[in-house]
């Protein structure tokens, strides 16, 4: 049976015909759930969230609940956006974005998962989080509030993620790690604070990029971490001497939006 009988679904919410609800979970007002999607048991799936197709929950997660925020309106309700094929096991929670007054920027807020993320048990992904496609959180890591994860970046177990951090596309951070800064793109950091000890080799590999990708990325690192320039000194010499390439770019435009600084 697609839908349990102690399960409490909102007349507003809308279902593909195919979703699954399992016992005892509540999908509340103006949600919508696309095909394929299974929802275990004892879930709840906050107001105005939207889940794409084939995405799979497990015990005890809790999509688009009222963000942690003693600013937030809880008169109102901000948005959450999944896309398709993502994983959420067991006790995660992910809150919808921070309503803080009526304007219509607040209303375009929300907190949003790309595709093909795997969230393992009692990850927390805080308010406002934007989280790209193949990202991985594994237990027990939360993201504070406004944090940014970039496609196919991995997260280890029982990691913190400051507010409003960047996290670059390919990046692995260790476990246990503390993360106050950005991580640039490719490259791998671990510790307490968190430091960044050269590219994600490994990572790069697996997600298909060549020896000679891999060689700038390296270039790359080096001038940055090891050349005793400062951040625009080592942005000067990347530009002068490292050829053009997708790489180069998405590591200087990386740079310069930073707003809180790259991992030391």
Do not use: W
């Amino acid at each position: 049976m697609p839908i349990h009988p102690t399960a409490i679904i909102h007349p507003s919410a809308e279902l593909a015909p195919d979703v699954e609800v399992q016992a005892f979970s509540i999908i509340e007002e103006n949600v919508r759930i696309g095909a394929g999607t299974v929802i275990g048991p004892h879930n709840v799936v906050g107001a105005g969230t939207i889940m794409g197709a084939h995405n799979r929950t497990y015990s005890g997660a809790q999509i688009g609940v009222a963000p942690q925020d003693l600013k937030h309106h809880h008169d109102k309700k901000g948005r959450t956006v999944l896309g398709d094929h993502n994983i959420v096991r067991e006790f995660v929670t992910i809150s919808s974005s921070t309503v803080y007054g009526d304007t219509p920027e607040e209303h375009e807020k929300e907190t949003r998962l790309g595709n093909h993320c795997l969230l393992m048990a009692t990850c927390h992904v805080g308010h406002d989080c934007i989280l790209g496609d193949h990202v991985i959180l594994a237990n027990g890591s939360p993201l504070a509030g406004h944090v940014t994860v970039q496609d196919r970046a991995f997260i280890g177990g029982l990691t913190g993620i400051h507010q409003f951090c960047v996290i670059g596309t390919m990046a692995f951070v260790g476990g246990m790690a503390r993360v106050n800064k950005d991580v640039p793109p490719y490259m791998l950091c671990e510790g307490h604070p968190a430091r960044c000890f050269g590219p994600n080799v490994i990572g790069l590999e697996r997600n298909g990029l060549s020896p000679d990708q891999i060689k700038t990325i390296r270039t790359i690192y080096k001038i940055i971490y090891r050349s005793d320039l400062n951040t625009s000194q080592a942005v000067a010499r990347i530009e002068s001497e490292v050829p053009d390439g997708a790489e180069k770019k998405t590591l200087l435009d990386f740079i310069a939006q930073s707003q809180r600084g790259l991992t030391k």
